[in-house]
T-cell receptor, first 115, second 111 residues
């Protein structure tokens, strides 16, 4: 049973560029959440997708956008990159409405470096 | 002030010691409390989950929640070098909703 997968593993971008990160949820999960983890910090919630809609959003600017596909996979897009966007981007999946709705399983993350 | 505070450590203990990790929080709406373990350059792994106040035990791990004090703890018995990692507390107001994390405590268990 494959867990949460993310691609790419590492990415280096230049300030001002745009980036797309991808996530495939754990089998049987229908909800995807994205988090940003700066070095030495805890993850910060970006947004959550369920039924292809953004269900919740954290305190991140509109430069951060996302999408969920009918197969429940998801993309995180960041426009106009700046140095402060350098971080580990984590995807977490869960099953909405089940007895274990609280369980969010994290992928290995995509490490983004902006130069 | 952050919603969830966690001592960053590092916390260094000898193998076999009992480890106590703690978080305090300010948002009284939090009802779901979780502990995650994160190894270097890996994603967080869910260790323990507790709903509302009380204790929960799973093997060498015990999670405690005191909502009246807004204080949660994770105890690790008979700590092993393989327990060396960063431990993150996380909480949410509703099941499945956004998680608010502490900054993490780095634990080192020395053989």
């Amino acid at each position: 049973d494959a867990g949460v997968t993310q691609s790419p593993t590492h990415l280096i971008k230049t300030r001002g560029q745009q980036v797309t990160l991808r996530c495939s949820p754990k089998s049987g999960h229908d909800t995807v959440s994205w988090y940003q983890q700066a070095l030495g910090q805890g993850p910060q919630f970006i947004f959550q997708y369920y039924e292809e809609e953004e269900r919740q959003r954290g305190n991140f600017p509109d430069r951060f956008s996302g999408h969920q596909f009918p197969n429940y996979s998801s993309e995180l897009n960041v426009n106009a990159l700046w140095l402060g966007d350098s971080a580990l981007y984590l995807c977490a999946s869960s099953f909405w409405g089940g007895t274990a709705t609280y369980e969010q399983y994290f992928g290995p993350g995509t490490r983004l470096t902006v130069t | 002030q952050k919603e969830v505070e966690q001592d960053p450590g590092p916390l260094s203990v000898p193998e076999g010691a009992i480890v106590s990790l703690n978080c305090t929080y300010s948002n009284s709406a939090f009802q779901y409390f979780m502990w995650y373990r994160q190894y270097s350059r890996k994603g967080p792994e869910l260790l323990m989950y507790t709903y509302s106040s009380g204790n929960k035990e799973d093997g060498r791990f015990t999670a405690q929640v005191d909502k009246s004090s807004k204080y949660i703890s994770l105890f690790i018995r008979d700590s092993q070098p393989s327990d060396s990692a960063t431990y993150l507390c996380a909480m949410s107001g509703e099941a499945g909703n956004m998680l608010t994390f502490g900054g993490g405590t780095r634990l080192m268990v020395k053989p």
